[in-house]
Nanobody, 115 residues
Framework: QVQLVESGGGFVQSGGSLRLSCAASGSTFSFSLYAMSWYRQAPGKERELVASISTFGNYADSVKGRFTISRDNAKKMVYLQMNNLKPEDAAVYYC?????????WGQGTQVTVSS
């Protein structure tokens, strides 16, 4: 059984930065084999892919140049460094392990950005 736990969300002013973390746990999986992704969902909107990483990161156009996804396979961690945050970045951010059935998601962490 794999579990994902996000942390690092909070309140920040426009232009500020936050670093989200996602910790994976479970005894019988190889973390490095799976792509990891960050998604976000704002109130009344669909959940959207923000960034994903296998070896290299891929980003939604809306966050390119501002967000950086990274991973530490030894620690079974994935991170999302978010710089120059905008009010439209406010959402609940979720970590997901890709390629798993059933899908594996974290519980989410709230990011609030004031204008």
């Amino acid at each position: 059984q794999v579990q994902l736990v996000e942390s690092g969300g909070g309140f920040v002013q426009s232009g500020g930065s936050l670093r989200l973390s996602c910790a994976a746990s479970g005894s019988t999986f190889s973390f490095s084999l799976y792509a990891m992704s960050w998604y976000r969902q704002a109130p009344g909107k669909e959940r959207e892919l923000v960034a994903s990483i296998s070896t290299f990161g891929n980003y939604a156009d809306s966050v390119k140049g501002r967000f950086t996804i990274s991973r530490d396979n030894a620690k079974k961690m994935v991170y999302l460094q978010m710089n120059n945050l905008k009010p439209e970045d406010a959402a609940v951010y979720y970590c997901k392990m890709e390629g798993r059935r059933p899908e594996i998601w974290g519980q989410g962490t709230q990011v609030t950005v004031s204008s």
